[in-house]
Each structure stands twice: as structure tokens, then as C-alpha cells.
């Protein structure tokens, strides 16, 4: 009987047995710290193998910083944490979907490795900017306690992980991206093969991250980078230059599976359709003849051509007769030969929407030109929509409304610092086609407007989205408003915001609508506002487990069980949903068979009891029921014979069903 492993996946294993399948040669033995041996790639033979020449340590292109190397050992390093159910801190526990997770980001994303694997469709992130005065988190470093502060850190009593990233660093720039690295790392295996993710930054890290990104992501998948007008009036902040904007960096897992829908264009755009049609269709006129790059006739020579058109009714022929007598070439203005954006083939097909008007006259006769009719709409009678511009200056970015937003939700603008209108998170996830249940995360949650956005659309639009929300509890400090407010950390106001937008929302919903009017779709009637609140904590299991040979017999009768005293049932089942790869939003109950709890998960998806000494017949009953798979507690068991007939049972009533143990 198989045991789970209880700790998160070992990258740098996964790796090795990747390499060994393409090239076994180079996979070797080394000892370890501890002087055992070990697997490990001869990286010189590796490079041989790649290459048709002599690898001789010559110059290439290359991005590195001191500490590069150890961010990736630490971003591929397994932990042993797990993710405990906090009920209290949720909203609707048993029913919703989403998820708010406090901790370091870099721990819980090893965390979701196995549950959210390829499943994430889009990231949005808006880290620290690294303009001196941020904190940034610091992985595997270790320092007392007076040297931290004397750094102007946060002192964190588990881990140390935030420090003030000041200017007079030696490693301003190598400390963070030694941050970023490890986390775009473990977030680009979350997406699924069509997902995104998004990046605000400013100038400050902005060339670094590209760098960053195009290592981890593939150059050939950056989709863009976009501008925003997030202060139109300037801030005086800046030593020389008064500074409006910011960026949103944009990457996809897979560019070539990747389908971004348009948005709708914008009122200034709308005005412009000002012709109509017999059918009262609305279009604007453009002209046929090509007026940017390449539009010389040399450049495409079967697209300049000679058009007809009937001068009274305007339209056209490709054959010249009486009632299409007006000869029309593509000509530039300056009497210079051009040529038309659509072929012969692409004209005949659509020359209902192609008209000719006179544009000018030259002495006593007309100049003509050739239009054709772009319609605001299709022909189903849907508006048209435009790709997303890179620079965006609508007045909904300015990050004054993000203010207001808080303002509107707990009375106070300055609750949280620097947070982002809910509109720029709306429009990113607008640009993505939709399907039900996609997972939104964002592992820099902060005052958590990335949900407050999804939760927003889905009320807008009817959807489904999920999100999940990763942050660490940093603490607020005591002069803020948000600690005067009772607000001791990050976490408790993302918390807070999510219950008091969803209630919001709720609210605004039943104003617009009777009962079913809002949404034909009865399964879209409220959106879903709810969140499960789980916390980084250490691992469930006792040190015995994962080193059971540095114990002798009389000490593991007296640990009697390798499972930590304060663990309940709900902390172990959230524990396999991690190492066994199941979603944590899914819904789960308990049933109490022959006095033994027994807890189901999807209804059969997984079956859990940790019961001690579980009897036969709650065995049976549970194999009845056709699990998907099944897991118990070791001492579920009295010995060896026992989970031997554990095993026959399933045989005999459920041969599909997979068992562990813990």
C-alpha cells in the first residue's frame, strides 16, 4: 500500500529524470552534505552532447546576477508545509470555489504544484516595484535578529523573509530578481497551455523582468507590454522627469495556442460609423487603396489594378462597359503608382461593401477614389470589437479611482497603499475567451482587487470565474490607518474587502433585478462571493515520518503516532488534497459510518477516513461506494495482514480505486 509523500514535488529530481530519458550518459552519482550518494548531471558532457564543436567555455549571451543560480535551487527545493483550513476567517466555506491563502508566496505556490498544475488560466501580479523603499522577500537567507533590523526589515519570527530593499544594497537589483525568479518559475507551470499572466511594474525593474520573463517564458511568448496612464497629473516624486504612467507586462504560457478576443470599441470610435445603409446598418468608409508600409505598386503588383465604377450609383466593376465607364488606379496624391489592400479575388467576393466617390476635382472633371464599408456590427448583429491598444489613457486606469474604491467599501481611502482600480484587472481578463471555472490567481494579492475585479465580472457578465488569492500576513504598521482601523496585517483588510465587495455586489444585483431576469443561465443567478481561508503552516507530519531509520524501536512506541497532537481530521484531508493533486475549492462532507468518521470529497472523488483501527465492515462499505481513491491513517490498521486484506477488499468491490496511506 502506497504512502503519500507529505511534501511538495522535488524539481530538481523531475529535471534530472528528464534529462536521463534524452541524454543517460550524463546523469551521474555525487555525495551529498551528508555524504550519501546522489544523482546529478555532468554538465560539461552535457554541453558537448549540445553542441558540434568543442565546448571550451567560449562567450554567449547571457542574463545572470549574484545569487541567480541559488534562487533557482531555491525555487526547485521541497518543503515540508501544508495548507491548514481556517473556517472561522471564511464566507461560505462549504459552497464556493475560491480561494484567499495566507503565507509566503513562494511556499504556497510549490503547495499548488500537484492541485493547480496547468490549470490556472490567468495570473495577474503586481509585486514590489523595487524603488528602494519596498520590502522584498528574502528567500534562504539567515540572519539574527539585530542584523535584520539593521537593515530596516520586518522581523518574522518563522521564516525572516521580508527586508527593506534600500538603494545602499550591494544586491538592490540581484535581491530582487532572486525573488521574482523562483515564483514566475513554479507560476508558469500552474497556467494551463493557453493561460497568461500579467505583471504590473515601473521603470525601475521594468528591463530586468522582461529579462527575467523571456528566460522563463520564451521570448517568442511575450504577447506585449502595456502603458498605463495611472497619474495623468504627474508625480513629483521622480528626480528629474514628472512620472504618469506604469507598465502591465504581458506573457503567455503558449503564444501559439493563445486567443485574445477584442474589446469594444470605444464612444470616440462609435461616432465615426456615421453612414447607414438601406438595412439602416451603420459603417464608416475606408479607403481601399494601401496607405502604410509597402504600398508601392512594385512592393505588390498583382494588387494594383484598374476598378470601374458606375458614377451614379458608386458602384464598382473589375469590367470597364457604359454604366462603369469611371477608371479608377491606386494612385497617391502626389500622382505616384500605389496599390489596393485587397486582391481581385478578395474584391469580387466582397464587392457589395465597395463604393466609388469623387474626392476632389481636377479642372472641369471629378477625381474618384474606392471606399469600402466597414459595419460597426456582424452580420448576427453583434458590435464589432477592436485588439486592446498598448497604451492605455482612459480616465477608469487613473489609480485615484482605486482609492475611491476602497473609500466606497470601508470609508477610508487610505487604507491600503498603492492599490490598483478594479478596471484594469477587468479589462485583462476581458481580453481572454471564457470558459466556466476558470481560475484566476494572484500571489501578490494585497488589498485583493484582483478579486474584487472577478467577482465584479462575473456579475457583469454571468460568468463562473474562480480566484485564488496568495499573501503574506505582513503586518500593517502601527501609524497606518489601516492598524488604527484594527487592521493588523495585509491579509485581514484582502479578507475584509472580499466580504465587503461580494456583499456589494449582492446587493447591486437584487436592485437591477427580480428573481431570474438578470441572467437567463439559472446557474448564474449570484455570483459566487464566498472564499475558504487557508494558512501556511508546518508540515502535519512528525519528524519520524520522513526519517523513520534515525529512530530506535522503544522511541516510536512512545511517538505512538506519526501525525502532530494538534492536527485535526479537516488539516490532514487538505494535506492529501495537496500531495495527491485534488483541487482544494472542491466540496466535502462527513459521514459518520458503524461510529467511524469518514469524509467524501466530491461525492467518490476522494474518500478519506483516519480513524483508528477502521473495522472491516466501514472497509467494505466504503469500497461499495466506488471511490476514485481512498486514503487512510497508517495506524488505520493494527498490521501488515490487515492492509493486506484492505487491499483484497477493493480488489474484489472496487478494482478501479486507488489507496494510500498517510
Avoid at 490556472?120 to 514590489?128: E, F, L, T
Wanted: glycine share 6%; aromatic share 10%; proline share 4%.
Amino acid at each position: 500500500m502506497e504512502k503519500l509523500t507529505q511534501e511538495t514535488v522535488n524539481f530538481t529530481e523531475k529535471n534530472i529524470d528528464r534529462i536521463a530519458a534524452l541524454f543517460p550518459s550524463v546523469v551521474t552519482e555525487t555525495k551529498d552534505a551528508d555524504g550519501k550518494l546522489k544523482r546529478a548531471v555532468n554538465f560539461d558532457q552535457l554541453k558537448q552532447l549540445l553542441s558540434d564543436e568543442v565546448v571550451d567555455g567560449d562567450e554567449c549571451y547571457d542574463f545572470t546576477w549574484v545569487g541567480k543560480k541559488q534562487s533557482i535551487i531555491e525555487g526547485n527545493r521541497p518543503i515540508r508545509k501544508t495548507l491548514r483550513p481556517c473556517k472561522e476567517e471564511s464566507k461560505n466555506w462549504d459552497t464556493t470555489e475560491n480561494l484567499y491563502i495566507e503565507g509566503d508566496n513562494l511556499d504556497v505556490l510549490k503547495l499548488m504544484q500537484n492541485s493547480y498544475l496547468n490549470k490556472v488560466k490567468m495570473i495577474y501580479i503586481d509585486p514590489p516595484y523595487n524603488t528602494g523603499n519596498d520590502f522584498v522577500y528574502r528567500d534562504n537567507f539567515k540572519v539574527s535578529k539585530e542584523d535584520y533590523e539593521e537593515e530596516l526589515g520586518l522581523f518574522d519570527e518563522e521564516e525572516n523573509r521580508l527586508f527593506k530593499n534600500t538603494e545602499s544594497n550591494g544586491r538592490y537589483h540581484s535581491d530582487w530578481c532572486s525573488m521574482m525568479y523562483p515564483r514566475l518559475q513554479l507560476a508558469r507551470n500552474l497556467l494551463t497551455d493557453d493561460g497568461v499572466i500579467f505583471i504590473s511594474i515601473d521603470d525601475n525593474e521594468l528591463n530586468n523582468l522582461i529579462k527575467i520573463c523571456d528566460e522563463i517564458f520564451g521570448e517568442v511568448n511575450k504577447i506585449g507590454l502595456m502603458t498605463i496612464q495611472s497619474n495623468p497629473r504627474g508625480s513629483q516624486a521622480s528626480k528629474h522627469l514628472s512620472n504618469v504612467h506604469e507598465y502591465i507586462l504581458m506573457y503567455s504560457k503558449n503564444s501559439v495556442l493563445l486567443e485574445l478576443k477584442g474589446v469594444l470599441k470605444s464612444e470616440e470610435s462609435i461616432i465615426a460609423y456615421s453612414e447607414k445603409d438601406e438595412n439602416g446598418r451603420k459603417y464608416r468608409l475606408l479607403g481601399l487603396r494601401q496607405r502604410g508600409g509597402a504600398w508601392k505598386k512594385e512592393d505588390r503588383p498583382l494588387m494594383h489594378y484598374s476598378i470601374y465604377v458606375n458614377p451614379i450609383s458608386g458602384k464598382v466593376s473589375l469590367t470597364k462597359d457604359k454604366e462603369y465607364c469611371i477608371e479608377v488606379i491606386p494612385m497617391r496624391p502626389t500622382g505616384e503608382l500605389s496599390r489596393w489592400t485587397w486582391g481581385k479575388e478578395k474584391l469580387l467576393t466582397e464587392i457589395d461593401k465597395v463604393i466609388g466617390k469623387p474626392i476632389r476635382r481636377i479642372g472641369d472633371n471629378d477625381a474618384w477614389d474606392v471606399f469600402r464599408k466597414d459595419y460597426i456590427d456582424d452580420e448576427l448583429g453583434n458590435l464589432k470589437t477592436a485588439k486592446i491598444k498598448t497604451i492605455w489613457i482612459e480616465k477608469e486606469i487613473n489609480y485615484q479611482n482605486a482609492k475611491n474604491e476602497l473609500n466606497a467599501l470601508f470609508g477610508n481611502s487610505e487604507m491600503f497603499d498603492f492599490p490598483k482600480p478594479t478596471y484594469i484587472v477587468k479589462q485583462l481578463a476581458s481580453m481572454l475567451f471564457y470558459e466556466e471555472k476558470d481560475v484566476f490567481l494572484d500571489f501578490f494579492s494585497g488589498s485583493s482587487t484582483t478579486a474584487h475585479a472577478v467577482m465584479q465580472l462575473n456579475a457583469e457578465d454571468g460568468g463562473n470565474r474562480k480566484f485564488i488569492m496568495v499573501q503574506l500576513p505582513e503586518e500593517t504598521d502601527p501609524k497606518s490607518e489601516a492598524y488604527k482601523a484594527g487592521y493588523k496585517n495585509i491579509c485581514e483588510i484582502g479578507k475584509e474587502r472580499i466580504r465587503r465587495a461580494g456583499k456589494k455586489i449582492e446587493e447591486e444585483l437584487k436592485a437591477k433585478s427580480k428573481e431570474g431576469e438578470l441572467f437567463k443561465d439559472e446557474e448564474h443567478k449570484t455570483p459566487d462571493t464566498g472564499f475558504r481561508v487557508l494558512k501556511v503552516d508546518s508540515t502535519n507530519m512528525k519528524d519520524v515520518f520522513y526519517s523513520p531509520s534515525q529512530y530506535n524501536q522503544q522511541m516510536l512506541l512512545d511517538l505512538e503516532s506519526n501525525i502532530k497532537d494538534d492536527r485535526t481530521d479537516i488539516d490532514l484531508l487538505y494535506g492529501v488534497f495537496l500531495d495527491w493533486g485534488v483541487p482544494l475549492s472542491l466540496p466535502h462532507s462527513t459521514e459518520n459510518i458503524d461510529g467511524k468518521d469518514v469524509h467524501f470529497v466530491n461525492d467518490t472523488d476522494l474518500v478519506a477516513c483516519f480513524e483508528e483501527h477502521v473495522p472491516e465492515e466501514v472497509i467494505r462499505e466504503i469500497a461499495r461506494r466506488k471511490p476514485l481513491r481512498v486514503v487512510f491513517r497508517d495506524s488505520s490498521f493494527r498490521n501488515s495482514p490487515d492492509k493486506i486484506n484492505v487491499t483484497e477488499i477493493f480488489k474484489t468491490l472496487s478494482p478501479e480505486t486507488t489507496i494510500k496511506v498517510i
